[in-house]
């Protein structure tokens, strides 16, 4: 029987935790490119694109595939001149949707893809990832401790392995420089 090291063991409680509210579970070296059950092409791809486009799809059911892959693109590709404003406008999408232009027969209409169903919250797909390597900015790769995802999206990250606010703190601001599209 494989014994585990006190931050293994404090990883697993948090992990079971999540499991029990109902979130699946994976491990990051198994949904990578190169794992069993990939779910990413690369290391530096953040969003869980296969969850994000099935998620859209069963959320808003009366759209077009036109509509979920423009919306898909247009969080892919937020082009914004600091992370405050990133932030910003992520914000705004995930509260109030994506406004998509699509064709509907000779003319072209706005539509409103959703990112999540806050009425069925049981309609999302949760999930949480534990030791998910991200390599972005730098050749260093960096592995939080866990990301949680509702519907591909990353919208949590949690470290366990500090001893103190401040390096807590630190390691925060590190994810931040070398991995930002974790943190819109």
Do not use: C
Request: cysteine-free; overall charge negative; hydrophobic content about 40%.
């Amino acid at each position: 029987m494989k014994e585990f090291t006190e931050p293994e063991l404090l990883e697993k409680a948090v992990l079971e935790w999540f499991k029990n509210l109902g979130y699946e579970v994976a491990y990051g070296p198994d949904i990578s490119s190169e794992g069993p059950k990939p779910e990413r092409d690369s290391y530096s791809d953040v969003l869980l694109l296969k969850r994000l486009k099935g998620s859209l799809i069963r959320i808003n059911p009366t759209l077009p595939e036109e509509a979920i892959n423009k919306a898909i693109h247009e969080i892919v590709h937020i082009v914004e001149p600091t992370l405050e404003k990133t932030n910003r406008k992520f914000h705004f999408m995930l509260r109030d949707g994506v406004r998509v232009e699509v064709s509907k027969g000779n003319r072209k209409v706005w539509e409103i893809v959703k990112l999540f169903d806050f009425d069925d919250p049981a309609n999302n797909d949760w999930l949480a990832v534990n030791q998910f390597t991200i390599i972005e900015t730098k050749e260093k790769p960096r592995r939080p401790d866990i990301v949680v995802f509702v519907n591909g999206i990353p919208l949590a990250l949690i470290e366990l392995k500090v001893r103190s606010f401040i390096e807590a703190y630190n390691k925060i601001q590190n994810y931040k420089n070398d991995i930002p599209s974790i943190f819109y």
